[in-house]
C-alpha cells in the first residue's frame, strides 16, 4: 500500500509500484503521473482506508501524507501511533522511560517570547510537530535567541506555508537540552514480530556548529559496522514500549562516544524526497520494496566491493531569487564531484529545493564532501547569454 504525495516522488517508485501492482491511493499526486501515462493500481479513499485498516502494510512518500491517514483511518492503533511519533512532545514523554534525564520543555508560540522561560543554554528550538529542518534552531546565549524568534516571524511563516498544518504546526515549539556529538539517520521498519528491520544509516555532515541544513547525507560500511547494533538496541527499546508491527520509519539521533540520544521518529516513511534510494545504488535493492516484502538485508554482501567507498545524497536549495527556469550546469557539477550517480532535478519551485545528487567517493576524494556542505548553489547554474 502507497501514498504518494508532494514535494516529491521518484520515477523509481512509481515504476516499482507499476510493475508490482502496488496498491496506490488516487489523490492529486496520483493523477499527475496517470496523466503523463504512467499506469498505476490506484483505490479510492474508502477502498483504499478498508485494504489499510485490515492490517496491510503502509508507505508513505512524505508526511504530507499523515493528515490523510489521520482523517480517514479513524481511531485505529494505527492512527494512534502516527500521532503520537508526530508530536515531537509527546515523543519526548515517551522516551523518559529509556532517557529518564533529559531536559525538554513544550511552549505555546505566544510564550516564546516571555522574557522568563528558564531554560539553560544551549538549547534546541523547533516546532512540536515539523519537517525539513523548518524552523530549528540551536541556540547557545541570548544573541541567538533573539536571532531566532525574529526568524520564525518571518521566514518559519513563509515555510510553513509550504506544507499543511499536520506537516508543520506553529501553534506550539519544543525546547530541548542540545545534544553534543554527530547526527545520524536510520531507514528501518518492524517486521510482522515488532523486530527491528534496518535498512539504511546516514551521517547527517553539517559545516559548523551552528548550520541545522540537510545538505549532505553520508553512508558506508565503516558506519553499518560501527553502529547498526547501537541504533537496532534503541529501535528494539522503543518498541518494547510502542508495541508497533509491520511500520516504516525515519530517526534521527545524536550520537556523543557512546551514549546514544533520539532526536525523533518520522512515521509511515524512510528519508524525504525519496533520498532512500540511494540505498538502490548500494544493494540494488530498493527500502520500499525491502519494507512492503518483507526483505531483510545482508549488510556482509551489501558492501562487498565498496568497502573504501562513501555513498551521499546532497539536498541543493532553491535560493530565493533564482529564476523558475533556471538551468543546472551538469558540467561544472561533474568537475565538482568525481561519480555522480544520479541528478534529480526538482521541477517544484515551491519546495525550495532545486535538485538533489546520488553521489560514490572514493576513500581518496573525501575533500569533495566538504566541499559539497559549502557549495554556492549560484556557482552550477548555467548563464544564459540574451
Request: charged share 25%.
Given at each position: ?41 490506484l483505490l479510492d479513499d474508502s477502498r483504499f482506508a478498508e485494504e489499510c485498516l485490515s492490517g496491510k502494510r503502509l508507505y508513505t512518500t512524505s508526511e504530507n501524507a499523515l493528515s490523510w491517514v489521520c482523517g480517514h483511518l479513524g481511531s485505529s492503533d494505527l492512527t494512534h501511533k502516527v500521532e503520537l511519533l508526530k508530536d515531537k512532545s509527546a515523543f519526548r514523554e515517551l522516551c523518559k522511560q529509556i532517557y529518564p534525564g533529559f531536559l525538554f520543555r513544550k ?280
Amino acid at each position: 500500500m502507497l501514498i504518494l504525495e508532494k514535494p516529491y516522488v521518484s520515477e523509481l517508485l512509481t515504476e516499482y509500484a507499476k510493475n508490482n501492482h502496488i496498491p496506490v491511493l488516487k489523490n492529486q499526486e496520483t493523477d499527475k503521473w496517470t496523466e503523463s501515462g504512467m499506469s498505476l493500481t490506484l483505490l479510492d479513499d474508502s477502498r483504499f482506508a478498508e485494504e489499510c485498516l485490515s492490517g496491510k502494510r503502509l508507505y508513505t512518500t512524505s508526511e504530507n501524507a499523515l493528515s490523510w491517514v489521520c482523517g480517514h483511518l479513524g481511531s485505529s492503533d494505527l492512527t494512534h501511533k502516527v500521532e503520537l511519533l508526530k508530536d515531537k512532545s509527546a515523543f519526548r514523554e515517551l522516551c523518559k522511560q529509556i532517557y529518564p534525564g533529559f531536559l525538554f520543555r513544550k511552549v505555546a508560540y505566544g510564550e516564546l517570547f516571555s522574557s522568563d522561560l528558564n531554560f539553560d543554554f544551549p538549547f534546541v528550538l523547533k516546532p512540536s510537530v515539523g519537517f525539513l529542518s523548518a524552523g530549528v534552531y540551536v541556540v547557545r546565549n541570548r544573541k541567538e535567541w533573539n536571532s531566532a524568534l525574529s526568524d520564525i516571524q518571518y521566514d518559519f511563516e513563509r515555510k510553513k506555508g509550504r506544507f499543511p498544518d499536520s506537516v508543520i504546526n506553529d501553534r506550539y515549539f519544543l525546547l530541548e537540552e542540545y545534544i553534543p556529538g554527530e547526527e545520524y539517520a536510520v531507514d528501518a521498519y518492524f517486521d510482522s514480530e515488532g523486530k527491528p528491520v534496518v535498512l539504511n544509516i546516514f551521517h547527517h555532515r553539517f559545516s559548523s556548529g551552528a548550520d541545522v541544513s540537510d545538505r549532505l547525507y553520508c553512508t558506508s560500511k565503516n558506519l553499518y559496522d560501527k553502529y547498526l547494533d547501537k541504533f537496532g538496541e534503541f529501535l528494539a527499546d522503543v518498541n518494547s514500549i510502542l508495541k508497533i508491527h509491520d511500520f516504516p520509519l525515519h530517526v534521527e539521533f545524536r550520537c556523543d562516544g557512546e551514549k546514544v540520544v533520539p532526536i525523533e521518529i518520522n512515521p509511515l516513511r524512510f528519508a524525504g524526497f525519496c533520498l532512500n534510494e540511494l540505498q538502490v545504488h548500494i544493494s540494488g535493492i530498493h527500502p520500499v520494496k525491502a519494507f512492503l516484502e518483507d526483505i531483510h538485508p545482508d549488510y556482509l554482501s551489501m558492501w562487498k566491493g565498496k568497502e573504501q567507498d562513501v555513498f551521499s545524497f546532497v539536498v541543493l536549495e532553491r535560493p530565493d531569487n533564482l529564476p523558475p527556469d533556471a538551468v543546472i550546469d551538469e558540467c561544472a557539477l561533474s568537475c565538482m564531484f568525481d561519480d555522480i550517480l544520479e541528478v534529480r532535478k526538482i521541477k517544484d519551485c515551491s519546495v525550495g529545493v532545486l535538485a538533489t545528487l546520488f553521489l560514490k567517493t572514493s576513500g581518496n576524494r573525501l575533500q569533495e564532501l566538504d566541499d559539497a556542505l559549502t557549495l554556492d548553489v549560484t556557482q552550477i547554474i548555467k548563464q544564459i547569454e540574451k
